[in-house]
């Protein structure tokens, strides 16, 4: 079971493939959910699903009558409606086309017909008469290969596709017939509108009876969890929608150990990765906004709030461009040949063209392993986004460790910044005779402090004052403060590219490092935070954590967030 961004749908969706269904498929509810039972009542199942071309697929649903069992089998190789009154079982044919296709299944009915076929063969009549109503309880819905299913609904209405809810609808274009590109059926046939009007399955051979016996006397297969279940219902125990999202992720709790592992997204907003996700947290009203997609865990994650942007990495090469405002993954590409991605950081900036005109440049700064374990730093055009494929305009081999990268100023691509294992270096960008774009990069010589020191992350503080010779202009100073497993903290001034100084902050490793402009924040593997003036001289404050320090975030100037993970 995989999951993916589907194109067609522009939603997630999770591919069950393998050619075994009973090693390949979804079980709901899930091995870790708290209940065995969906204990749910509803009479309409909804499925949202694509059969794979020329592939067969199957979904189960048990259901509890009086205390006995019931299982409703359907799919699209069985040619006929079918009982096997010993295992009070039925099956029931679906056919669908190679298309994203709402199946709506009438569990009541289907129910009906079954508990009457077995009565009349226990007792010779049934006793519940062919009108009837039944009484049941959902125990557990199964999926099974070939598919691709969005999402799984429960609800007492009957829909068709003029009247689905905003939660189960498809993108559409306007004044497209929904039937042109998507698919609508019932079972049993005939239960709504539209009909079930597509062709049967293929037919198959007579061997098909004893083997589906052997099929449905074959134990359930052990459950898969696949965090797709997600109830929302009030405080008496009764759904708040209709339908009911079963595949709806509601909340997250906890977050990933990743580089840049917490950023204000604004005021009062806080981003920060979990697992396959970015979570934008409201912090006043624990609200989370998901943004979601991304095929494998984050690595790291950068973003540009003008621009409207989000990037993230994973550990395995591939970069993910989001929009923030609305939350929505605009595409998703590989890293230019890297086989995983560790740390990354983002520049816009603006240069004059031959016409004078200003031209705006988006640039992504990514550093991780290429295929032969070796460290590589690589520049990413990310300026076109919209209409073409980023492109790599640099990218450069390195014999030193990196842990972390970031521009030493975000309105410029020029020049940027690196640390990891025993050194601290500078990158300069340039432009060859050739026309080819170049990186260069020098390190800080620092003597005796290297040897066995692993730089965790760095902050860089920046110094503008008048340049009295020339009114129009700013002396720029740039010092960065640099922080290792040692517990200690090294000024670094990059306009003379020398170590200033050196100071023991902490017991153990100082994991985190935030300096905005009158007081160093740092946070440590000794779960403590401690507050410095900007010399050193003095703790203004410290914070016992219950564990490690993982980021450190600026809200505004009186506001911080530290990120503090407990590995449970």
């Not at 020398?498 to 490092?513: F, G, P, R």
């Amino acid at each position: 079971v995989s999951e993916y961004q589907d194109k067609v749908i522009g939603r997630r969706a999770y591919k069950i493939s393998g050619e075994a269904p009973k090693n390949n498929y979804i079980q709901i509810p899930g091995s870790k959910a708290q209940r065995s039972s969906l204990e749910s009542s509803e009479r309409y199942l909804y499925i949202e699903l694509l059969p794979s071309a020329g592939a067969t697929f199957s979904f189960q649903v048990e259901l509890i009558h009086r205390g006995a069992l019931f299982r409703l089998n359907f799919s699209n190789f069985y040619r006929t409606k079918k009982t096997y009154l010993n295992l009070r079982s039925i099956q029931l044919p679906v056919s669908v086309e190679a298309k994203w296709t709402i199946v709506c299944v009438d569990l009541k009915e289907c129910l009906h017909d079954l508990i009457v076929a077995v009565e009349t063969k226990a007792s010779g009549e049934a006793k519940v008469s062919k009108t009837a109503s039944v009484d049941f309880l959902i125990k557990s819905i199964l999926l099974t290969s070939k598919m691709s299913v969005r999402s799984v609904y429960l609800s007492n209405i009957l829909y068709n596709p003029k009247t689905l809810p905003k939660e189960m609808e498809f993108l559409l274009p306007k004044d497209v017939p929904f039937d042109h590109h998507f698919g609508f059926v019932n079972c049993p046939s005939g239960l709504g509108v539209p009909d079930n009007r597509f062709p049967r399955p293929m037919k198959k051979d007579d061997s098909w009876d004893e083997e589906d016996e052997r099929l449905l006397r074959a134990p359930v297969p052990e459950e898969q969890d696949t965090g797709l279940i997600k109830e929302r219902r009030d405080n008496r125990g009764i759904f708040e929608l209709e339908p009911n999202p079963i595949m709806r992720l509601a909340h997250i709790h906890g977050a990933g150990a990743v580089a840049n592992g917490v950023q204000a997204l604004d005021r009062g907003l806080l981003l920060y990765a979990a697992k396959h996700n970015l979570i934008c947290l409201d912090l006043e009203t624990k609200q989370q906004r998901f943004y979601q997609s991304q095929t494998r865990p984050v690595s790291t994650f950068c973003l540009d709030r003008k621009e409207n942007l989000i990037l993230s990495g994973d550990a395995e090469g591939r970069i993910y461009l989001w929009s923030i405002h609305p939350p929505k993954l605009e595409l998703s590409f590989d890293a230019g040949g890297l086989h995983s991605i560790h740390t990354m950081d983002l520049a816009t900036s603006e240069t004059r063209g031959t016409d004078k005109r200003l031209v705006k440049t988006i640039t992504l700064l990514i550093a991780g392993k290429d295929q032969l374990n070796r460290n590589v730093v690589a520049f990413v055009d990310v300026t076109s986004h919209k209409t073409t494929v980023p492109r790599i305009v640099a990218r450069q081999i390195s014999d030193f460790d990196i842990v972390k990268v970031a521009f030493l100023e975000r309105t410029s691509n020029k020049s940027f910044i690196s640390c990891g294992r025993e050194n601290i270096r500078l990158w300069i960008l340039r432009s060859a005779q050739t026309g080819e774009v170049v990186l260069r990069g020098k390190s800080i010589a620092l003597n005796e402090h290297a040897k066995g020191a692993t730089f965790t992350d760095f902050s860089i503080m920046e110094h503008r004052e008048p340049d009295f010779s020339h009114p129009d202009r700013e002396i720029v100073e740039f010092k960065v403060i640099v922080v290792s497993n040692k517990g200690n903290v090294y000024v670094v001034d990059f306009g003379r590219e020398e170590l200033l100084a050196v100071y023991k902050l902490h017991d153990a490793a100082i994991t985190c490092v935030k300096s905005p402009s009158t007081v160093i924040f740092t946070g440590g593997d000794d779960h403590t935070l401690r507050l410095w003036k900007l010399d050193f001289s003095s703790a203004l404050l410290e914070l016992k954590l219950d564990a490690s320090a993982m980021g450190i975030s600026l809200l505004s100037e009186d506001e911080v967030v530290v990120l503090s993970l407990i590995h449970i």
